[in-house]
């Protein structure tokens, strides 16, 4: 089955920096990667999407980019702030119909003023 | 801006007890998710239902596990004798067309 690796497990940035977090997948056959954070106490929102037939996508200070034939994806944030600061999870979809999203192991992103 | 809700937010029951965990997805999602969290590991899907029937299940829905959607707007999780390692946050998440996934703000589950 589908398996995805998430790197780093914490980072720590100041106010200000970039962060950036990688995902792996083993399916190829994926084809819907969604990132969702995770504030304490709270469920996984989901924050940015990424479909395979784009190689990045862009919303104010969160992208993502896709390279499918290495089977990478990332999460960037610019222009951090003690607000981003939370777990952050990828997670990758096979497109058969309504799929299990499978998740990576989460980054904690901590900000610091 | 619409949103999933769960209830209870926290449960805490006996070994071998049974609990109902519900959700109410958002109005006009026809896709229907439980996932669980254990503390500190990543969330592991449960079970995906549409069209009034199960779509998909995990190794972890077994037989002591089941869904169902008693009208238009509740989602349940039936856990029917709950063992320690059920323990866990449960969240339900529901989609319009199988693609975005909304998740609720979880249940949180402590068996003793």
């Known amino acids: 089955g589908e398996n995805v690796e998430q790197h780093p497990s914490t980072l720590s940035v100041q106010e200000g920096d970039s962060a950036v977090i990688k995902c792996t997948y083993s399916?190829?056959?994926?084809?819907?990667f969604p990132w969702y954070k995770q504030e304490l106490g709270k469920g996984p929102q989901l924050i940015i999407d990424?479909?395979?037939?784009?190689g990045e996508k862009k919303d104010q200070r969160i992208a993502v980019t896709l390279n499918k034939t290495a089977k990478h994806f990332s999460l960037h944030i610019t222009e951090t702030q003690p607000e981003d600061s939370a777990v952050y999870f990828c997670?990758?979809?096979?497109?058969?119909?309504?799929?299990?999203?499978?998740f990576g192991t989460g980054t904690r992103l901590l900000v610091s003023p | 801006e619409p949103e999933v809700t769960q209830t209870p937010s926290h449960q805490v029951t006996q070994m071998g007890q049974e609990v109902i965990l519900r959700c109410v997805p958002i109005?006009?999602?026809?896709?229907f998710y439980w996932y669980r969290q254990i503390l500190g590991q990543k969330v592991e899907f449960l079970v995906s239902?549409?069209?009034?029937?199960?779509?998909?299940k995990s190794e972890i829905f077994d037989d002591q596990f089941s869904v169902e959607r008693p009208d238009g707007s509740n989602f349940t999780l039936k856990i029917r004798s709950t063992k320690l390692e059920d323990s866990a946050m449960y969240f339900c998440?529901?989609?319009?067309?199988?693609?975005?996934?909304?998740f609720g703000p979880g249940t949180r589950l402590t068996v003793t």
């Open positions: 998440a529901s989609s319009v067309r199988a693609v975005e996934q909304y």
């Open positions: 399916d190829s056959a994926s084809n819907y």
């Open positions: 990424i479909r395979s037939n784009v």
């Open positions: 997670a990758a979809q096979k497109n058969t119909g309504f799929q299990k999203l499978v």
């Open positions: 109005s006009n999602h026809l896709y």
């Open positions: 239902f549409y069209n009034n029937e199960i779509s998909e």
